[in-house]
């Protein structure tokens, strides 16, 4: 009480009365007893005095409170000396405290406290303190649920690639002291795609759960398994036998990913692609370990995958030149440095031409010839770049077929390869329409070339596929026809309207008796199941002639024309109807 002696009351400017005083002591009690905050008068780590809010947090009755030392409001007496080394340098110092504390209720539960204090005298901090204290539980929790958030995956509960890279850091430390190693494995399931478009994402969802509890139970102490998101795991393990440890570990996972899995009453069948890196030999850093393991994945799925495969130089220098190439098609997709070329497709008897082919070219700086798309569209499938320049290609090639139709060659067809990602896109019946819808064109106009390998995976998707486009009126070509593993079945089934023979089996007509039989049966089957054939490659006369005599009536390749730009292409038009008068017009097929 000694702040209030000798002190005016400033209403009548008299010394306060012990009446007042009390009234006053009364009223800051109200004051205290209103607060929204815990607050507590300590002296020699005991209470004194504490407000209502205080005695609330902990359970505890205000009166039993006073005079009780304040290690009962600790969980443990090492938190009590612990808040002790704390906060007395801190309130000797004249400062305030502001902390945050684990406390313990009555009934022993604990909850989070924010706590800040202030010495009365800082040169006896025992004599006397002040605390304000908030339950900052809530708080506590939500922050906990964001670092939470921050470094594991929500799906699954294991690290994400931000508490992986953290592992790997010191992982890689304890390696460089102990001249030991370590391993990274990227993970990446085989065609799990499928089960996502075919069952859902519920169902695929499952999946990653159960897979991510099959990849822990390979895990040994000290090693870390992490998901990256989608179908991609990454394990990092110490190791003393660099890659014979990392080939056993990479087996068993194999193994036990080889087990049926069962997701929401499904049985599932997976498989997986591993790629190994290990320090030091392929990088010191996280960052560079996990970019050569996935590297050596990419190296796994191309080797068939449901195998490992270890980084390699090699592997790098490719992927950087695959890494080059998918950034220059980003670029000529973004810049408009593509262009189509039309190689005709003819009548083999009168020269008339019947089709253009749509090949893509990648235009070069300068006078440089343009160059083939053939040469990157294994990079364009493998980063989804196929997808948007096969609609570029698909909407430039009916707009020059419907301005070729407009200057009068009605029947003029266009021709216009499909890559497997491509045909297995799910929006690929809407995007065709679309693109029909928007030039003009008829959709018998249009022909959509599949290589025969294409259909062979997951028949009985492409089968309700190709259904879908023949209703819509397309004509449907299978490309390079007797470099897969085709059968007379699949074709009954599949409605296709022609075969295009590929090059190489045209080339050695005459030379290659393997060959020249081969044609001869192709030609024969089509014509048993009513298809139309068209000849790819062929560059002599000797070839053009074989292939009429035994009933081959279209062709394409050099010796009728190479691909060339739209202009020169029309101008082949035009000569062909001006030079040959007593032949149709290259806007009529024969019949």
């Known amino acids: 009480m000694n702040t209030l002696d000798n002190t005016e009351n400033p209403e009548n400017g008299k010394p306060y009365s012990e009446a007042e005083l009390r009234q006053t002591l009364l009223e800051y009690q109200a004051i205290l007893d209103n607060a929204s905050v815990g607050i507590v008068f300590t002296r020699d780590r005991k209470i004194l005095r504490c407000n209502d809010r205080f005695s609330e947090l902990f359970g505890w009755p205000k009166d039993h409170l006073v005079g009780m030392p304040t290690i009962i409001v600790y969980p443990s007496a090492e938190a009590f000396d612990e808040m002790g080394r704390i906060a007395i340098p801190v309130l000797s110092r004249g400062e305030r405290l502001d902390t945050e504390v684990l406390l313990k209720r009555r009934d022993g539960s604990t909850f989070w406290g924010r706590l800040r204090g202030k010495a009365i005298d800082p040169a006896d901090v025992h004599n006397g303190t002040i605390f304000i204290l908030e339950d900052i539980t809530e708080h506590r929790m939500a922050q906990e649920r964001l670092l939470y958030m921050a470094h594991y995956d929500a799906l699954t509960g294991l690290p994400n690639r931000t508490l992986l890279q953290d592992r790997i850091k010191q992982a890689l430390s304890h390696a460089q002291r102990d001249q030991s190693q ?54 990092s393990l110490p190791v003393q036998n660099g890659s014979d440890d990392a080939a056993l570990v990479a087996k068993k996972v194999l193994d036990t990913l080889d087990q049926a899995f069962i997701a929401d009453g499904h049985e599932l069948h997976m498989s997986a692609s591993i790629g190994i890196s290990l320090y030091p030999n392929d990088g010191t850093d996280a960052e560079s370990l996990m970019r050569a393991a996935d590297t050596a994945m990419y190296d796994a799925k191309e080797k068939g995958r449901n195998n490992y495969q270890f980084f390699t130089p090699a592997l790098n220098t490719t992927a950087q030149r695959h890494l080059t190439v998918a950034n220059r098609l980003r670029q000529a997709l973004a810049h408009d440095e593509f262009a189509l070329y039309y190689q005709p497709q003819v009548d083999m008897e009168s020269g008339t031409i019947l089709s253009a082919e749509a090949l893509l070219r990648c235009l070069q700086p300068g006078d440089k010839a343009p160059i083939s798309f053939g040469a990157f569209i294994t990079i364009a499938e493998k980063t989804g770049l196929i997808l948007p320049i096969g609609d570029w290609v698909l909407r430039q090639a009916c707009l020059q077929l419907k301005q070729w139709r407009d200057l009068g060659y009605a029947d003029l067809r266009i021709a216009v390869n499909l890559s497997p990602r491509q045909f297995h896109q799910p929006h690929l019946l809407a995007t065709i329409e679309q693109i029909l819808g928007e030039t003009g064109l008829p959709a018998n106009a249009l022909d959509l070339e599949i290589t025969e390998s294409v259909l062979l995976q997951r028949s009985e998707d492409n089968l309700d596929t190709l259904q879908q486009l023949n209703d819509m009126g397309l004509q449907l070509s299978i490309d390079d026809f007797g470099t897969g593993y085709s059968s007379l079945a699949y074709l009954q089934r599949f409605p296709v309207h022609a075969l295009k023979i590929d090059q190489t089996f045209v080339r050695g007509i005459n030379q290659n008796l393997n060959d020249t039989a081969l044609v001869t049966a192709i030609i024969a089957m089509a014509q048993s199941l009513h298809l139309e054939v068209l000849a790819e490659g062929v560059e002599t006369e000797q070839q053009a002639s074989f292939l009429m005599s035994h009933g081959c009536r279209a062709a394409q390749g050099f010796y009728y024309g190479e691909a060339v730009p739209a202009k020169t292409f029309t101008r082949l038009l035009r000569r062909q109807t001006a030079h040959m008068p007593g032949v149709q017009d290259s806007n009529v097929r024969r019949k």
């Open 182 to 235: 370590v391993v990274v494995m990227f993970i990446d399931l085989d065609y799990f795609k499928h089960v996502n478009d075919s069952l859902g994402h519920q169902v695929g969802d499952r999946l990653l759960q159960t897979v991510a509890i099959r990849l822990q139970k390979c895990l040994r102490e000290g090693d870390s398994l992490a998901r990256l998101g989608g179908d991609e795991f990454v394990l």
